[in-house]
């Protein structure tokens, strides 16, 4: 993971509602950034162990990623490959993250759109209280009124 991208996720999230929104969908389109091209580029891949025989007769295995329908057949990984590479590749993990994570920058962009329904209520009730508010101060004038005329 880039340096970018580690700084981006690890910050924390705290404050303004709206403040967080943005903050999370800048975590989120950080990490779409650096994962989008690898999902494009490995998409349709899957990962296999394949044998070679050398000159001597004994066998040897290597990782690779191979395809039917890409072009090139297959992409060699190497002979021993880290096991969160291989799960990863194994169960597609790569694409439903991104999946996922699109789905998230979606959820965050409708709700800092439903963010502006509250601000509207939050206006309505604040003039709501002042109509309230100088209702009462007009009753209590009036109220002094009365008692003074009689």
Known sequence: MSLVVQEVTSMPI????????????????????KLEPYTEKYNGYTLELTWVRNKVGKRYYYWYLKSKHRSPKSIY???SVD?????????????HIVARL?????????????????????????????QEQAEQEAKQKLHELRAIQG
């Open 14 to 33: 705290s404050g303004d509602p709206r403040a967080v929104l943005i903050e999370l969908k800048a975590r989120v389109l950080g990490l779409l950034a």
């Open 77 to 79: 990984i190497g002979r």
């Open 83 to 95: 096991i969160d590479v291989l799960h990863k590749f194994r169960n597609r993990e790569l694409s």
């Open 102 to 130: 699109k789905r998230i920058l979606r959820l965050l962009t409708e709700l800092e759109q439903l963010m502006d329904t509250i601000d509207v209520a939050e206006q309505l009730v604040k003039w709501i209280n002042e």
